[in-house]
């Protein structure tokens, strides 16, 4: 055999018994999950594949412009495509404000405009359902509305895998996700030790949040960059579909 071919042939060992390390992990973290938190843009359902999130940001900022507050942002932050920064950067510097109440109302109305366009997440339907069915206790622990929320997995007949176990956004903007706050509530509420619980999360607060808690994490990296900056992050175990976790889940029906 030359050097290159045994080079490959190690080579592909190495990802063999990777993935199978990888896949052993998996197992471990659903196996002993008794309580399941999910975080739901990403891992349950694509809020905004049809109506853009920069859009509501650009809304945002133009509201802030009209009543001459647009100073409050640096013109980086301006720019800024994603909702949730642009409210976060403002409670900074004006907690408690009539300003970020008004803005947070807006992001609510948008977030609910939003769900009759949002895509499911692939799996992730028969993935709650089975876990459900398993006797799991289900939560969803986000940084969006619980009204949101609430509304989308009504309109996919799963509310009753979750309810009354929703935890989204409060009027204490800081409690969002990297903070545990909504991951301790969900604990709390189903009486779960965080050590028989699991996070599923798809962001490096998911993880940060998992971490403050005490929870196991488990990444949902769809794409090779969502999957490459949860790994930087320090996620362990990371799966790119979640067909991955149903197989596993059948396998202990």
Avoid at 119 to 136: C, K, L
Wanted: proline content about 5%.
């Amino acid at each position: 055999m030359t050097s290159d071919a045994t080079s490959d042939a190690t080579s592909d060992t190495t990802r063999t018994d990777s993935t199978a390390a990888e896949t052993e992990r998996l197992r471990e973290l659903i196996n002993g999950a008794r309580c399941v938190l999910f975080d739901f843009d990403g891992p349950i359902c694509r809020l905004f594949a049809g109506y853009s999130a920069r859009n509501i940001a650009q809304e945002m900022v133009g509201w802030l412009a009209r009543q001459g507050l647009q100073g409050l942002l640096t013109e980086q932050e301006r720019a800024h495509p994603d909702p949730q920064f642009v409210l976060r950067t403002l409670d900074e510097r004006q907690p408690d404000s009539d300003l970020v109440d008004a803005l947070k109302d807006m992001l609510t109305r948008e977030e609910l405009k939003a769900v009759p366009s949002a895509w499911p997440t692939p799996y992730a339907d028969p993935v709650i359902r089975t876990w459900d069915a398993r006797g799991a206790r289900l939560a969803v622990t986000t940084n969006n509305a619980a009204d949101t929320v609430h509304r989308y997995l009504q309109s996919r007949e799963l509310v009753d895998c979750f309810a009354p176990h929703i935890y989204g956004r409060t009027q204490e903007l800081h409690q969002q996700k990297p903070d545990p706050y909504h991951l301790n509530r969900a604990l709390r509420a189903m009486g779960s030790d965080s050590k028989s619980a699991l996070m599923i999360g798809d962001t490096a607060d998911d993880l940060e949040a998992a971490r403050r808690a005490g929870v196991p994490f488990l990444g949902y990296g769809s794409t090779d960059r969502k999957e490459k900056l949860l790994r930087e992050a320090g996620a362990q175990t990371v799966v790119r579909s979640l067909d991955s976790v149903l197989r596993v889940l059948r396998e202990k029906a």
